[in-house]
């Protein structure tokens, strides 16, 4: 266990660490400053001798977002200076404002308007730890002076060092972090909950970790976020149900205009009467074009609790004729006919929105309406031409991916082929790499009990699972085994993996929804376009009472913004 509070001391125990009279003890753990991070590798001659490469230039901000970028630094040693050298290399001298603490609290002027990015940094060189904690509280004060003169108008916050983490966030009043995704190694972004920059993002880095790159990964990330909100079409799903009153209720939530430009896709009739029974104080407006002017003040009135909603009716619906908790073909059929508009909006040139978020429709009404799908996915496969789309659940909890989808028992055998999992197994790995994992670990759910047990409980794990597993590998995939679903799950939840490729419906829904049925969305992939959808049904049995929760489909409203952002800042490094 160690604490290096400066450079010298952790090159002395990395080198220390090399000592002939030590080497019979193996391999150390290290406890403590994540400084050694930057002495280790020179100790042992594992520094790299090819020169990290920057993004290119177009991420970095060519046109500036609405604010600069807040960049904390409570940690200094020699890899942090090499990560800030990277930053300032990368940003225009003069849209940098970079400001040492060393106790004085004080602040002088700058411009605002010409600045990107605001560096608050402690002193390097030998302290007391008294000296090193007057110094923390002066970096957080006028943190606190620098957010305060900045408003909302902030990009975003990086923070380097755990201590100065935690200290920041309780001065900003947070009550919890919504964990997003990871920026660089041990670089991590979340979004600020409670407090007086509630909803803003902040990216916590450990000390002395990351790549050198990691600043400016990390200021590229906060303004791309901070300039764009994705426009998402919600579907109205059946009007006879409960879609049109979670999505009034949902659209008085704050968070949901802040992250997103919602776009309802419905009956303005359906909505205004869902606002009435909901007691939600929104306002349908029904358009007939979609375009920025829609979302000039949504933002001000969703804060102000009433939101000015915008709902495009591009098919007529006799609202009037159905009747509330009843199978309707006139219901299923405008589901339908929304969903099919609602794609075209998202596979337009130039697309007319980022992502569809479904409300639940009923296979029966939709059926007798003459559309002879087995389910949404199905249908949106079909309307935007993809060549395959599979049915995923997901929660902050467990992801899983199924191979197979709304098809009979005795059926999966026959339906689950090579070429099938292979593209499953390739679809999971897409899509955590569009939420920022470069990595990601896939597990492989064995069909059979035991996953077959070496073939006494069947022979699919050897003919369809390994020679998909072996082929998804060959491209450079981490995947596992098939692993026996009785541990399986258990191995997930825990962090042995990241997503589960599961080979069937029920295999793969009961463990989602137990874990998490309140937080469990439903997300299509393989499809051209970006689809998530709540993962519960119309409840025809309380349609009508005012008393549907909307908690499922604010996720998959986080969900489907989170995907299209992430797909935005693939394409733009690709």
Sequence with gaps: MCQAHLDSTAQALAHLLKEEEYSHLGAPLLVGSAGLVSALPEAFDMVSTQEPQLPGSDLLSTSRASGPVLFVLGTQNCHTAKQLAKLKNSIPTEELVEICVS????????DLASVSAIVLKTSTGSHSQDDQEKELQSLTQISMTVLEQLSQKVSGILACGGYTTSRLLSKLGCSSLDVMETVDDHTALARINGGTLDGKLIISKGGGLGTELALVKSF?????????????????????????????????????WKLCRPLVVGSVAALQHAATVTKCNVTAAEVTKVDDSLWSEDVAMAMNSSPVVPVLSPVPCDYQSIT????????????????????????????????????????????????????????????SKARTSRLMLASDKLKVVHATGHCAL????????????S?????????LRDQGMPSPRIAIAGLNPHAGDGGLFGDEEKRVLSPAIAQCRAKGWTVSDPIPCDTLFCRTVKGEFDIVVAMYHDQGHIPAKLLDFGGTVNVTLGLPIIRTSVDHGTAFDIAGKGIADHTNLLQAIRMATKMALGRQRRKAIN
């Design 423 to 431: 593209d499953t197994i390739i679809m999971a790995g897409e899509f």
């Design 410 to 421: 005795g059926e999966v055998t026959t339906k689950l082929t090579v070429e099938r999992l």
């Design 103 to 110: 106790g004085d609290t004080s602040l002088k002027p700058f």
């Design 324 to 383: 509330l908790g009843n199978v309707s073909s006139e219901a299923g059929r405008c589901a339908a006919e929304w969903v099919i508009h609602s794609v075209d909006l998202c596979t337009s040139n130039p697309a007319q929105a980022d992502a569809i978020v479904t409300a639940p429709l009923n296979k029966e009404s939709m059926n007798n309406a003459g559309f002879k799908f087995a389910g949404h996915t199905e249908l949106l496969a079909q309307r």
């Design 220 to 256: 590229q990330r906060l303004q791309s976020d901070s300039q764009y909100r994705p426009v998402l079409a919600i579907t109205m799903g059946d009007v006879a149900g409960i879609g049109p009153e979670i999505i009034a209720k949902v659209l008085q939530e704050p968070e949901v």
